[in-house]
């Protein structure tokens, strides 16, 4: 199907007759690979390394320690990272698309404008972090950990968030469209003004006295799910 976009405000593509969903990253999605797979490892080996304006296609890194890194003006494509620690990393304008992360750990880190497009990573952990403008779409985060972190700005769209933590984490800016939060936990964390409608909360675990719910927006048949919290069942004629 032929796609129109313009130019959004925040830099991402903002499609017309479509769905894509508008990201924050600020970075050109063609910009050429001007570091090699060896040279990156190499500089992460050394520890604190800064990558900026690069592109990676096909990349596949294993077991290893990326911690305190900082990755600005940088696009990861079709590429695979396998138990790889990005703890404490810093990631400006950054685009991961069709990536996969596979037991990876990016917790303490600071993700701004940073978009994932059809990304797998089941179980990654980004606790304890902080996002300040972050889209993910089409991502398959099962299992994910977003437990205490500080959120400014987050748009989701059609990813899978079954059975992830939420755990006193701080919410602000933040619009889901058609997620699976089925059996998430938000134990401590406001829903206050989000916009649940179009998602799956059936099993979502809040505290026992659903303080987490107040004020957030749900579709009418989503009511029924909630008044199962409780307890009460509804009968059917």
Partial sequence: MLQEYRKGNA????????????????????????????????????????????????????????????????????????????????????????????????????????????????????????????????????YANFSEVNIKGLRMRSCSLAESAWRATRLSGVALDRCDLSRAEVARTSLTGIDLSSCDIAGIVVSSDFRELRGCIIAPEQAAELIGLLGVRIRED
Wanted: with cysteine; proline share 2%.
């Fill in 11 to 142: 830099g991402g593509e903002v499609m017309i007759q479509g769905k894509r969903l508008r990201g924050y990253a600020q970075v050109n999605g063609n910009i050429g690979c001007h570091m090699g797979a060896d040279e990156l490892t190499s500089a992460l080996f050394r520890g604190g390394p800064a990558i900026t304006m690069t592109g990676f296609h096909g990349l596949e890194l294993a077991d290893l320690d990326a911690r305190d890194a900082t990755f600005n003006q940088v696009v990861f494509r079709d590429c695979t990272f396998d138990g790889v620690d990005f703890s404490r990393s810093g990631f400006t304008d950054v685009v991961f698309e069709g990536c996969r992360f596979l037991s990876c750990i990016m917790e303490a880190c600071w993700l701004n404008r940073v978009d994932f497009r059809s990304c797998s990573a089941p179980g990654i952990s980004f606790a304890k972090g902080r996002f300040t403008g972050v889209a993910m779409e089409d991502a398959q985060l099962r």
